[in-house]
């Protein structure tokens, strides 16, 4: 994206139309003040400006996985969508390499198919808690870990 100007955040510099997913690529690093170091991913789900994730399938992929990856990684600051529906942003403590949260989005998935019920997914615990679909969330993370052997690899 040489004739684009740089912008200031981070995937808006990214060319979209380069990568091929699903995939999990680092999309940032920060050392804080005194030493700490944040990293976040990029966990693409489907290909930018070709298909996205409806949105019962975006919010309970969102709530099955954040609850279930902090039974596997004390690390994760937060896990949270992209607005463009098409994957998700996981913020971890520490140096992660791309490896490690393979596996750990890997592991996260195998537990997620073993739910029942999307967690928290209730007029108590959610802001829309009816806007959950158990179905279309394994559906797209089947999909995603059926790529297992290529998700490191981001560019066409």
Request: negative net charge; aromatic residues 6%.
């Amino acid at each position: 994206m040489t004739d684009m100007p740089r912008m200031n955040v981070e995937s808006f510099n990214l060319d979209h139309t380069a990568v091929a997913a699903p995939f999990i690529r680092l999309a940032d690093r920060k050392e804080l003040p005194h030493g700490d170091v944040l990293t976040k991913f990029d966990v693409r789900f489907t290909q930018p400006n070709v298909a996205h994730l409806d949105m019962p399938a975006v919010h309970s992929i969102e709530h099955a996985f954040a609850e279930c990856v902090r039974r596997h990684s004390a690390d994760v600051i937060d896990f949270g969508p992209m607005g463009c529906q098409t994957g998700f942003y996981l913020i971890m403590s520490g140096d992660h390499t791309p490896e490690a949260i393979r596996d750990l989005v890997l592991a996260t998935i195998a537990e997620m198919l073993t739910l029942d019920a999307v967690p928290a997914a209730n007029e108590v615990q959610c802001g829309w808690g009816a806007h959950h679909s158990l179905a279309a969330m394994r559906e797209a993370i089947t999909a995603f870990a059926a790529h297992e052997s290529e998700l490191l690899d981001v560019m066409r």
